[in-house]
T-cell receptor, first 114, second 113 residues
Framework: AQKVTQAQTEISVVEKEDVTLDCVYETRDTTYYLFWYKQPPSGELVFLIRRNSFDEQNEISGRYSWNFQKSTSSFNFTITASQVVDSAVYFCALSAKYGNKLVFGAGTILRVKS | GAGVSQSPSNKVTEKGKDVELRCDPI?????LYWYRQSLGQGLEFLIY????????KSGLPSDRFSAERTGGSVSTLTIQRTQQEDSAVYLC???????????FGPGTRLTVL
């Protein structure tokens, strides 16, 4: 069975602080895919990143960075110098193979205050 | 190009009525998914269509739920004899082997009175 755990229900930070959102996953598959999605107040889920299980390179995209560690089954997401527009619910998700259904974590509510 | 579209955006119905929710995927995307988002259950997978293969219906919560995809494009999710616990936001997503990730529509908010 596959499972994604986002232990942080809600995080509040002040603008310009760095913040890390945790994601821990469980799967028996040797090949799998990990995702992060953002759900702003408007409600639409926005794709942020996909990582393959065989590629542990960390990735940086602007103020966003992702740390994938197979040894701890974690795929954490860091926002550097947070902004009010980053306020949203962030979901981590797992897929057994590319194109297959996603198993989502419960989500982390991020509130960035000015 | 246009993203995934869903209609209606909101649907209010009475318990026991049938409802149909529509999804128009991104043009050229071969895979289409339905998910449900509710306060108590989070984001749950419902059903998945891939090309001409038999759909993966493993997430459908009961036989009151069904979905079809016509011509490999538009999909309709049907809920028969709606119950109050069916109230949720129903999300559709599509994907292609050429594109990373699943791309979601804005959802249909279903309220069963």
């Amino acid at each position: 069975a596959q499972k994604v755990t986002q232990a942080q229900t809600e995080i509040s930070v002040v603008e310009k602080e760095d913040v890390t959102l945790d994601c821990v996953y469980e799967t028996r598959d040797t090949t799998y895919y990990l995702f992060w999605y953002k759900q702003p107040p408007s409600g639409e889920l926005v794709f942020l990143i996909r990582r393959n299980s065989f590629d542990e390179q960390n990735e940086i995209s602007g103020r966003y960075s992702w740390n994938f560690q197979k040894s701890t089954s974690s795929f954490n997401f860091t926002i550097t110098a947070s902004q009010v527009v980053d306020s949203a619910v962030y979901f981590c998700a797992l897929s057994a193979k590319y194109g297959n259904k996603l198993v989502f974590g419960a989500g982390t509510i991020l509130r960035v205050k000015s | 190009g246009a993203g995934v579209s869903q209609s209606p955006s909101n649907k209010v119905t009475e318990k026991g009525k049938d409802v149909e929710l529509r999804c128009d995927p991104i043009s050229g995307h071969t895979a289409l998914y339905w998910y449900r988002q509710s306060l108590g259950q989070g984001l749950e997978f419902l059903i998945y269509f891939q090309g001409n293969s038999a759909p993966d219906k493993s997430g459908l919560p009961s036989d009151r739920f069904s979905a079809e995809r016509t011509g490999g494009s538009v999909s309709t999710l049907t809920i028969q004899r709606t119950q109050q616990e069916d109230s949720a936001v129903y999300l559709c997503a599509s994907s292609s082997g050429l594109v990373r990730g699943q791309f979601f529509g804005p959802g249909t908010r279903l309220t069963v009175l």
